[in-house]
C-alpha cells in the first residue's frame, strides 16, 4: 500500500504539473475521462462529466498567462481501487505586471486505471474567505 | 450497486439533518472516529483527524441559534467500499433577526464500516465567490 500512496501521490502532483504549464493536452491525460468525474473551481458551481470538466480548463489555461503553483502537506488515503489527497495550493499568478497570490484548500479523488491512478474530482477552496451570502430575507 | 447507492446518499442526507438539527451527538454518530477523516469547512483551512473535526462541529453548533439546510442535487459514486456524494447546500441561518442565505458545494467521502457508511471526509465551498487574493507582490 505504500507504494500506491507514493503512485497517488505523483498522479497528485502530475495533476498540479500541468496545471502549472498550463498545458492541456497534459491536463487532459492526467484526468479519467468518464461521466462520473466533477470539478469544483474555486467559487464556481460543481461541474459533471468529462465534457464539462474539459471544457473548463481549457477555457482557464486560456486565459491564463503566468502561473506558479505551489503544493504544501499533501496527505493521500489508498483504499483499495480509489484514493485521494488534499493539499493546499499556493497560486501565483501575473496578470498586467502584478503577482497575486492565492490560497486554495483541495481535494483530489483518484481511481486506479489501467493507465495508473487517473483524476475523478477535484475539488478547490479558497481559505481565508467567508461563507458567501447571497440573499438576505426578512423575517 | 445500486442497493449500496441507496445507502450512501441516505448516509449524505443524516449528514445534513444532523447539521440542521444543530445535534453535536447525532454528528458525531455520522462521522468515522479515524485519524484519516478531515473537513474543510467553508473559507477553512484542512482540518485533520478526528478530534479536530469533532471540535470543529462543536464549536460551529454552539454558536448557531437556527439552521435550514436544503441540499438539491446530489450525486452518488460508489467504489467498493468507497463512495462519494456532491450536492448543493442551501443553508439558511437566522441571527440578530436576520435571515441569510449561502449556496455551498459541497465533497462528502464515505467508508463502508461494520456499523454502514461512515462519513470520513467532508469539503463546502462557497460558490458565486471569487478566489481569494490574499498578496499583492510587486514583480
Redesign the interface.
Known amino acids: 500500500m505504500e507504494d500506491e500512496l507514493r503512485s497517488v501521490i505523483s498522479a497528485n502532483a502530475a495533476f498540479y504539473e500541468a496545471f502549472q504549464a498550463l498545458d492541456f493536452d497534459i491536463m487532459c491525460s492526467v484526468w479519467h475521462h468518464t461521466p ?1 468525474v ?1 470539478c ?1 473551481h ?5 461541474l ?1 462529466g468529462w465534457e464539462s470538466v474539459r471544457e473548463s480548463w481549457r477555457a482557464i489555461m486560456g486565459s491564463a498567462a503566468y502561473m506558479k503553483i505551489e503544493i504544501s ?1 499533501p ?1 493521500g ?1 489508498v ?4 484514493a ?1 489527497v ?1 493539499c ?1 495550493e499556493n ?2 499568478t ?1 496578470a498586467e ?9 483541495s ?1 483530489n ?1 483518484f ?1 486506479s486505471t489501467a493507465s495508473g491512478w487517473k483524476l ?2 477535484h ?17
Request: net charge negative; hydrophobic share 40%.
Open positions: 462520473h466533477y469544483i474555486p467559487g464556481w458551481d460543481i459533471r502537506d496527505v488515503v483504499k483499495d481501487k480509489t485521494w488534499t493546499i497560486i501565483y501575473i505586471g502584478i503577482t497575486t497570490h492565492a490560497t486554495v484548500a481535494t479523488i481511481e475523478v474530482a475539488h478547490g477552496s479558497p481559505t481565508g474567505a467567508v461563507l458567501s451570502m447571497n440573499d438576505e430575507v426578512e423575517n
